[in-house]
């Protein structure tokens, strides 16, 4: 592993689900552990780039000497980008960030009422963070370099190179879920302006490592 690649960076990084509340005590979520997320923080920080987490709610411990700001939605995760990204060179959103959330959130606890029917979800659509931050003056003008992720069950290069396109993004990391969610290990594949190449099964701590030396590259 280079030392030092990312020295001078500064790297945002999001991660883990966002949760939408419906009411006090419920609300609708992703699977994620942030585990991929974390350790891409982990290894930036440790090729020399200053780093700032942006974590929804996860069980994971902060990767040393990396700034964690904790989110609960996807309004928030957007927020908190955008407060930060004014300084950071480098996006990677590894967040499984919900596509829709209530359009209205219960003050109080929606109590079960057996004389009335179930209550009836409305959503309306969230922030893509991603996609916006991609779209922002810094990130045209290459002074933000954005990397994405994809999640696919199935026709991963056809979805995740249509994805990388759609998102407006350099850098497109696509994995194929729900086999990794949870888990220690993961298979990536990288799609860029001139194709795509997979980095073989490994821990998602190798992987990060990888990712980080590719990402470096393309600098
Ligand atoms: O469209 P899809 O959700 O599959 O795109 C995944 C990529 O977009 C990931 O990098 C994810 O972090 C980002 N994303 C986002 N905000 C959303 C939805 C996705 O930043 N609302």
Request: hydrophobic letters at 40%; proline letters at 6%.
């Amino acid at each position: 592993f280079t030392p030092n690649v990312l020295a001078g960076h500064h790297m945002l990084v999001t991660a883990g689900p966002t949760f939408e509340a419906i009411d006090p005590v419920r609300g609708i979520t992703n699977r994620s552990s942030g585990k991929m997320g974390f350790a891409i923080a982990r290894a930036a920080q440790e090729a020399g780039a200053k780093v700032t987490l942006i974590s929804g709610p996860v069980a994971l411990e902060t990767p040393r000497n990396v700034q964690r700001i904790n989110v609960q939605s996807a309004q928030q995760m957007l927020d908190a980008a955008q407060e930060h990204i004014t300084s950071a060179n480098i996006l990677v959103a590894t967040a499984a960030v919900a596509d829709w959330r209530p359009a209205t959130t219960a003050t109080e606890k929606i109590k079960k009422n057996p004389q009335e029917a179930v209550p009836a979800l409305h959503f309306v659509e969230n922030p893509d963070i991603l996609a916006t931050l991609a779209q922002s003056p810094r990130a045209q003008s290459g002074q933000l370099y954005c990397v994405g992720f994809a999640a696919e069950s199935q026709n991963l290069v056809e979805f995740a190179t249509a994805k990388r396109v759609r998102k407006g993004v350099p850098l497109l990391v696509g994995n194929i879920g729900p086999s990794t969610f949870g888990q220690d290990d993961n298979v990536l594949v990288l799609f860029d302006e001139h194709g795509h190449h997979t980095l073989p099964r490994a821990s998602k701590r190798t992987l990060a490592k990888q990712l980080i030396r590719e990402i470096a590259q393309r600098l």
